[in-house]
Nanobody
């Protein structure tokens, strides 16, 4: 599985961005759990949001609940992260990742496949 993230950029506090992650997984994309991770300078890479392959359940880190929305379009082999009400502390490199196929735990941190990161910078 190859992943390509896009959509990062520079935005002011309170602004919005939409990240996309295009996957080259053929018709098996729908069997992969998908997640967005982020890593700020000097910090560990953290799971921000995830969506399960089986029933579309979602997970969000407490820091982004109510502001970020993860979604997927299996017909387009694409995952999205809509980020609203952005804060300076959201500044990080955001990575999309896939895990599976057919794994049950979509919130584990050891995802198998990773895309390149996309930089998100929120200015104060």
């Amino acid at each position: 599985v190859q992943l390509q993230a896009s959509g990062g950029g520079l935005v002011q506090t309170g602004g919005s961005l939409r990240l996309s992650c295009a996957a080259s997984a053929g018709r098996t994309f729908s069997t992969y759990n998908m997640g967005w991770f982020r890593q700020a300078p000097g910090k560990e890479r953290d799971l921000v949001a995830a969506i399960s392959w089986s029933d579309g359940r979602t997970y969000y880190a407490d820091s982004v609940k109510g502001r970020f929305t993860i979604s997927r379009d299996n017909a387009k082999n694409t995952m999205y992260l809509q980020m609203n009400s952005l804060k300076p502390e959201d500044t990080a490199v955001y990575y999309c990742a896939a895990d599976g196929p057919l794994y049950s735990d979509y919130t584990r941190r050891e995802y198998a496949y990773w895309g390149q990161g996309t930089q998100v910078t929120v200015s104060s």
